[in-house]
């Protein structure tokens, strides 16, 4: 069982990371970047809140999120634990989601952080071609990141929480079997 938080900037390789692991741990893969997108294509209340903002490269009001996570992470199935993907992005997710956490008696979640390097995550971002993958928004996601984002690992640090700093450059498989070994290890 295992009971996981990807995190990283935009472009660290977190959707593909967390979709392996799913996949070879049997896990749920929940990435709230996936839920908006497929609330726009639905055009359902989220998704008609979440359009905008998502083209801009903003981040979707806290109450929105943290309403949507607490909802996705009670769902009950028969996987053996979830990979949380694009979620906290800031400070004051992660509070609500410690919260969450303590609710449902998940005291054992540990944080994978995936560590790219800025000029890297550009070149990767303007392959991608995602609707909100233009240079603009990509500027503006990178600092949103760097603002609201990035201090979410120093919280964490100071929760004293478990962190798995994983090496992101390089060959998807060989980055996944790294992670895998360093779960297995911690
Ligand atoms: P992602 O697929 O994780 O890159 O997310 C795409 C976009 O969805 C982001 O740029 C935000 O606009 C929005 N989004 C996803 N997750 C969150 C979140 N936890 N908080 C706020 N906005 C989010």
Do not use: W
């Amino acid at each position: 069982m295992y009971r996981l938080i990807i995190f990283g900037p935009p472009g660290a390789g977190k959707g593909t990371q967390a979709e392996l692991l799913a996949s070879k741990l049997n896990l749920n893969h929940f990435s709230t970047g996936q839920i908006l997108r497929d609330a726009v294509a639905a055009e359902t209340g989220l998704g008609q809140k979440a359009k905008a903002i998502m083209n801009t490269g903003n981040l979707v009001p806290d109450d929105i999120m943290i309403g949507v996570v607490e909802e996705t992470l009670s769902i009950e199935n028969d996987k053996d634990g979830f990979i949380l993907d694009g979620f906290p992005r800031t400070i004051e997710q992660a509070k609500a989601l410690g919260l969450i956490f303590n609710k449902l008696g998940f005291d054992d979640v540990k944080v994978i952080n995936l560590e790219v390097k800025d000029e890297e995550l550009i070149t990767r971002l303007l392959a991608r071609g995602r609707s909100d993958d233009s240079e603009e928004t990509i500027k503006n996601r990178l600092n949103v990141y760097l603002e609201s984002t990035e201090p979410v690992l120093n919280y964490y640090k100071e929760c004293n929480k478990p962190i798995l700093n994983i090496n992101g450059i390089g060959e998807i498989e060989f980055i996944n079997n790294t992670i895998i070994e360093t779960l297995e290890r911690s």
